[in-house]
């Protein structure tokens, strides 16, 4: 197998637009929220200062009520559709109008873990930022206080086209005066591997409705066209909230340390909601109908990552992994292979994500399943290795799939190779 290190910096170097990153050029003009988060931890292996930047330009577009949109607009696009001008959130700078899951907690937790007393600094100056986050998802989420944290959008979730929304999505009548729009992303990417037309007037369904309240987060919550349980954010939700407590331990951040550890309590309660007990695993859920979702995924799969469930919860979900696994070439596919609706090729229902992976590794290393975090480490570097910085890949194949030149997918395979990234830097000084 081919070592990409060079070429997973050029392409994190050939996404900069100068203080932040682009997912890839062209398809993804913007600043999203995870993408960043994971692509500040690869550009943490080679350049520091950099990886600070990347997330103090995300935390400059937080909103007063401490939200950090899924998207930052700082320069208009044409080629993009949603542009700020559908979503009109009258913010400055322009952004998106809902999240996406708060992984920056833990990106930062790695790299002061890992790092100096100038990461320690950084972390502290964020560190009020990082509250405002979490207490905005644990309001405006979860207003009543149930513990199970709720998403608005598909899009919220980072999963935008995963069959857990269909429940919700099937749901929704598209209004008559639905605004017209031109997709974009169908000129840049074969359309089999986009989501379909129906999907897409949905998702702008959500987003008419949401601006129309002015983007009153309460009433959304409350009122909206979609409201669903994630298993995708609710565990990465609970990890980062966890980690933003090591942070405020290791930061002597000692007012943080009681309310950090409510939520934690509460959100490790809620998930139990999201378990399935005919699928026997942690499945999306609509909180108003209380539907499950009737497959496992690779965010399911997070549980590890989240630290919930009892003993035999958590040995039915390593009984799925190790079936999922043997199911398919290449882990962790985004959507149950084993399952009718599995699609290898279309984005979340089926291609392997590095992002999930890496975090998926770490769960189960954390959980003690080492084979298990094992193969899907050797998968993940495979593909990467075979195919380059693709978007997401095929579980079946191994082809790289979507956009080309991805940065969240160079960061974690620097994150991976993290020993040679630093041993290569230092011969080349
Ligand atoms: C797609 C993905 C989302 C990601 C964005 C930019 O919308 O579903 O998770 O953040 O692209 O890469």
Aim: glycine residues 8%.
């Amino acid at each position: 197998m081919e070592c990409r290190i060079e070429e997973a910096i050029k392409t994190i170097k050939m996404n900069d637009r100068g203080g932040f990153t682009v997912p890839t050029n062209r398809l993804y003009p913007y600043q999203w929220n995870w993408d960043s988060g994971f692509t500040a931890l690869g550009i943490w292996h080679f350049n520091k200062w950099r990886a600070w930047l990347e997330i103090m330009a995300l935390l400059d577009a937080q909103w007063e009520d401490g939200m950090v949109p899924h998207i930052v607009f700082r320069q208009n696009d044409p080629d993009y559709f949603p542009g700020p001008g559908v979503w009109q959130t009258n913010t400055e700078p322009a952004s998106s109008g809902h999240s996406q899951p708060p992984v920056l907690a833990s990106m930062i937790l790695r790299m002061v873990q890992n790092g100096t007393a100038y990461d320690m600094r950084k972390a502290r100056e964020v560190f009020p930022r990082l509250m405002a986050y979490h207490r905005w998802f644990a309001s405006a989420r979860d207003p009543q206080g149930t513990g199970v944290i709720g998403i608005i959008h598909p899009w919220e979730s980072g999963r935008d086209n995963c069959p857990d929304w269909d429940i919700g999505m099937n749901a929704i009548t598209v209004p008559g005066d639905l605004i017209a729009y031109k997709r974009r992303d169908t000129s840049h990417v074969d359309s089999d591997q986009r989501p379909t037309q129906e999907q897409y007037d949905r998702f702008i369904t959500i987003v008419q409705f949401a601006r129309e309240t002015g983007w009153d987060h309460r009433r959304i919550h409350a009122e909206g066209p979609f409201l669903m349980a994630d298993p995708g954010v609710q565990f990465i939700f609970l990890r980062a909230t966890r980690d933003l407590l090591t942070l405020a331990e290791m930061l002597d951040m000692t007012e943080a340390i009681s309310e950090l550890r409510r939520l934690i309590e509460q959100v490790s309660k809620g998930s139990d909601w999201l378990w399935n007990d005919k699928v026997g695993g942690y499945c999306a859920r609509d909180i108003r109908t209380g539907v499950f979702s009737d497959a496992i995924t690779n965010a399911s799969m997070l549980c590890f990552y989240g630290d919930v469930g009892s003993p035999e919860q958590r040995a039915s979900m390593a009984a799925h992994c190790r079936r999922i696994l043997a199911a398919c070439q290449f882990g962790m596919p985004s959507w149950d292979p084993e399952h009718a609706d599995f699609e290898p090729r279309r984005y979340w229902r089926g291609p392997v994500w590095a992002i999930m992976n890496h975090m998926l590794i770490t769960g189960l290393a954390d959980a003690g399943e080492e084979m298990l975090a094992q193969r899907i480490t050797s998968d993940t570097q495979k593909l990467i290795e075979s195919q380059g910085m693709a978007e997401y890949f095929d579980p079946m194949e191994g082809t790289g799939l979507g956009g080309m030149d991805f940065s969240w997918t160079a960061a974690i395979y620097l994150d991976h190779c993290r020993d040679r990234v630093a041993e290569l830097l230092k011969e080349t000084g």
